[in-house]
């Protein structure tokens, strides 16, 4: 299994970017989640969203970004808008997936995608 994100850039102030990460493999279900790590800081909770569709926002990004995924492609999306200077970090995606047919579960992390955003 493995996770491949795209989407990351650069932008001012204000601005808006989408992130993707689709997982392939053999995969029964899938939770995904983006984690990011802002320069000189540890890595910290973003969102989440479960196999269901309920999604969890760490204080900082509410209102602002927004999860998604779209199951039949195993791939989830993060919506961000009026980006602040202070998201500029590495975004990583996780996933938590029980593999098919054999039940084993799996903590996979993307490459990670670099925000910047400039005031």
């Known amino acids: 299994v493995q996770l491949v994100e795209s989407g990351g850039g650069a932008v001012q102030a204000g601005g808006s970017l989408r992130l993707s990460c689709t997982a392939s493999g053999n995969i029964f279900s899938i939770n995904m989640g983006w984690y990011r790590q802002p320069p000189g800081k540890q890595r910290e909770l973003v969102a989440t969203i479960s196999s269901g569709g309920s999604a969890n926002y760490a204080d900082s990004v509410k209102g602002r970004l927004t999860i998604s995924r779209d199951n039949a492609k195993n791939t989830v999306f993060l919506q961000m808008n009026n980006l602040k200077p202070e998201d500029t970090a590495v975004y990583y995606c996780?996933?938590?997936?029980?593999?098919?047919?054999?039940?084993?579960?799996?903590?996979?992390w993307g490459q990670g995608t670099l925000v910047t955003v400039s005031s």
């Open positions: 996780n996933a938590e997936i029980i593999v098919r047919g054999s039940a084993e579960y799996l903590e996979v």
